[in-house]
Protein backbone atom coordinates (compact mmCIF):
# COMPACT_ATOMS: atom_id res chain seq x y z
CA UNK A 1 0.00 0.00 0.00
CA UNK A 2 1.53 3.06 -1.01
CA UNK A 3 1.79 6.22 1.21
CA UNK A 4 -0.70 8.49 -1.21
CA UNK A 5 -3.19 7.55 -4.35
CA UNK A 6 -1.52 7.85 -7.92
CA UNK A 7 -2.68 11.86 -8.56
CA UNK A 8 -1.67 13.35 -11.51
CA UNK A 9 -1.45 16.94 -9.65
CA UNK A 10 1.17 15.74 -7.35
CA UNK A 11 3.30 14.12 -10.00
CA UNK A 12 3.07 17.56 -11.94
CA UNK A 13 4.16 19.26 -9.02
CA UNK A 14 7.09 17.35 -8.55
CA UNK A 15 7.89 17.70 -12.29
CA UNK A 16 7.42 21.62 -11.91
CA UNK A 17 10.06 21.34 -9.28
CA UNK A 18 12.89 19.33 -11.50
CA UNK A 19 11.71 21.75 -14.13
CA UNK A 20 13.08 24.71 -11.70
CA UNK A 21 15.96 23.25 -10.89
CA UNK A 22 17.39 21.83 -14.14
CA UNK A 23 16.11 25.31 -15.44
CA UNK A 24 18.52 26.99 -12.77
CA UNK A 25 20.86 24.40 -13.62
CA UNK A 26 21.29 25.45 -17.38
CA UNK A 27 21.18 29.10 -16.22
CA UNK A 28 23.59 28.97 -13.41
CA UNK A 29 26.12 25.56 -13.75
CA UNK A 30 25.94 23.80 -17.12
CA UNK A 31 27.43 26.47 -19.35
CA UNK A 32 30.85 25.39 -18.43
CA UNK A 33 30.58 22.48 -18.86
CA UNK A 34 29.28 22.52 -22.35
CA UNK A 35 31.90 25.35 -23.13
CA UNK A 36 34.74 22.76 -22.12
CA UNK A 37 32.89 19.45 -23.56
CA UNK A 38 31.91 21.18 -27.28
CA UNK A 39 34.99 23.63 -27.00
CA UNK A 40 36.34 24.63 -31.01
CA UNK A 41 32.53 22.40 -32.17
CA UNK A 42 30.18 24.46 -34.00
CA UNK A 43 26.46 23.60 -34.83
CA UNK A 44 24.30 25.21 -37.69
CA UNK A 45 20.89 26.80 -37.23
CA UNK A 46 19.02 28.32 -39.87
CA UNK A 47 22.14 28.49 -42.11
CA UNK A 48 24.16 30.35 -39.90
CA UNK A 49 27.01 28.65 -37.06
CA UNK A 50 27.11 28.99 -33.79
CA UNK A 51 29.23 27.29 -31.09
CA UNK A 52 27.89 23.98 -30.26
CA UNK A 53 28.04 24.87 -26.34
CA UNK A 54 25.66 27.78 -26.76
CA UNK A 55 23.38 25.34 -29.34
CA UNK A 56 23.41 22.86 -26.35
CA UNK A 57 22.86 25.18 -23.49
CA UNK A 58 19.55 26.40 -25.53
CA UNK A 59 18.76 22.86 -26.03
CA UNK A 60 18.49 22.14 -22.02
CA UNK A 61 16.80 25.52 -21.37
CA UNK A 62 13.54 24.16 -23.93
CA UNK A 63 13.37 20.70 -22.47
CA UNK A 64 13.22 22.60 -18.72
CA UNK A 65 10.69 25.21 -20.41
CA UNK A 66 8.87 21.92 -21.88
CA UNK A 67 8.82 20.41 -18.89
CA UNK A 68 7.03 23.20 -16.89
CA UNK A 69 4.64 23.59 -19.43
CA UNK A 70 3.13 19.95 -19.50
CA UNK A 71 4.03 19.75 -15.20
CA UNK A 72 1.56 22.56 -14.84
CA UNK A 73 -0.71 20.37 -17.27
CA UNK A 74 -0.49 17.47 -15.28
CA UNK A 75 -1.66 19.74 -12.36
CA UNK A 76 -4.47 20.98 -14.24
CA UNK A 77 -5.06 17.72 -15.37
CA UNK A 78 -5.29 16.28 -11.41
CA UNK A 79 -7.59 18.83 -11.04
CA UNK A 80 -9.65 18.22 -14.00
CA UNK A 81 -10.14 15.03 -12.42
CA UNK A 82 -11.90 16.10 -9.58
CA UNK A 83 -15.23 17.03 -10.96
CA UNK A 84 -14.87 15.28 -15.03
CA UNK A 85 -17.04 12.48 -15.64
CA UNK A 86 -14.57 11.67 -18.41
CA UNK A 87 -11.53 10.22 -16.82
CA UNK A 88 -10.24 7.85 -18.96
CA UNK A 89 -9.80 10.87 -21.03
CA UNK A 90 -8.18 12.84 -18.33
CA UNK A 91 -5.70 9.71 -17.36
CA UNK A 92 -5.16 9.18 -21.41
CA UNK A 93 -3.89 12.75 -21.40
CA UNK A 94 -1.85 12.46 -18.06
CA UNK A 95 0.16 9.76 -19.77
CA UNK A 96 0.85 11.33 -23.19
CA UNK A 97 2.02 14.63 -21.18
CA UNK A 98 4.11 11.97 -18.81
CA UNK A 99 5.77 10.51 -21.48
CA UNK A 100 6.18 13.12 -23.54
CA UNK A 101 8.27 14.85 -20.85
CA UNK A 102 10.33 12.04 -20.47
CA UNK A 103 10.83 11.63 -24.36
CA UNK A 104 10.83 15.48 -25.14
CA UNK A 105 12.58 17.00 -22.70
CA UNK A 106 14.27 13.86 -21.17
CA UNK A 107 16.13 13.39 -24.63
CA UNK A 108 16.75 16.84 -25.26
CA UNK A 109 18.95 16.60 -21.94
CA UNK A 110 20.76 13.47 -22.60
CA UNK A 111 21.40 14.76 -26.00
CA UNK A 112 23.10 17.90 -24.48
CA UNK A 113 24.42 16.30 -21.86
CA UNK A 114 26.53 13.14 -23.97
CA UNK A 115 26.45 14.38 -27.25
CA UNK A 116 25.05 11.60 -28.66
CA UNK A 117 22.90 13.36 -31.36
CA UNK A 118 20.43 10.14 -32.53
CA UNK A 119 19.18 11.20 -28.99
CA UNK A 120 17.35 14.09 -31.05
CA UNK A 121 15.49 11.46 -33.15
CA UNK A 122 13.56 10.49 -29.82
CA UNK A 123 12.57 14.31 -29.03
CA UNK A 124 9.64 14.86 -32.06
CA UNK A 125 7.73 11.22 -30.56
CA UNK A 126 7.69 13.24 -27.19
CA UNK A 127 6.63 16.42 -28.85
CA UNK A 128 3.84 14.14 -30.44
CA UNK A 129 2.52 13.15 -27.17
CA UNK A 130 2.34 16.39 -25.70
CA UNK A 131 0.29 17.75 -29.03
CA UNK A 132 -1.64 14.67 -28.35
CA UNK A 133 -2.07 14.98 -25.03
CA UNK A 134 -3.37 18.50 -25.31
CA UNK A 135 -6.09 17.41 -27.56
CA UNK A 136 -7.38 14.68 -25.21
CA UNK A 137 -7.12 16.86 -22.24
CA UNK A 138 -9.54 19.12 -24.11
CA UNK A 139 -11.71 15.74 -24.99
CA UNK A 140 -11.49 15.08 -21.10
CA UNK A 141 -12.99 18.75 -19.85
CA UNK A 142 -15.32 19.32 -22.92
CA UNK A 143 -18.65 19.22 -21.18
CA UNK A 144 -20.62 17.42 -23.81
CA UNK A 145 -21.25 14.18 -24.20
CA UNK A 146 -19.72 10.79 -22.91
CA UNK A 147 -21.53 11.19 -19.57
CA UNK A 148 -24.60 9.28 -19.03
CA UNK A 149 -25.44 11.37 -15.78
CA UNK A 150 -25.43 15.12 -17.91
CA UNK A 151 -28.37 16.30 -18.67
CA UNK A 152 -28.83 16.22 -22.96
CA UNK A 153 -28.65 18.99 -24.85
CA UNK A 154 -32.14 19.52 -27.31
CA UNK A 155 -32.90 22.36 -29.22
CA UNK A 156 -35.36 24.66 -27.56
CA UNK A 157 -38.70 24.04 -28.05
CA UNK A 158 -41.12 25.66 -30.38
CA UNK A 159 -44.55 26.85 -29.24
CA UNK A 160 -47.32 25.58 -31.32
CA UNK A 161 -49.19 27.05 -33.37
CA UNK A 162 -52.92 27.63 -32.16
Not at 141 to 151: A, V
Request: with cysteine.
Amino acid sequence: MSCCPFNWSMIGAVLAGLAVILGAFAAHGIDGYFAEKYHGQVKSIAGSEVPAAQKYLKDFKTGAEYQMYHALALILVGFAGLTSQKKKLLNCAGWCFLLGIIFFSGSLYVLTLSGQTFWGAIAPIGGTLFIVGWFTFAAGICCCGGDSNSEVLSAPETPSST
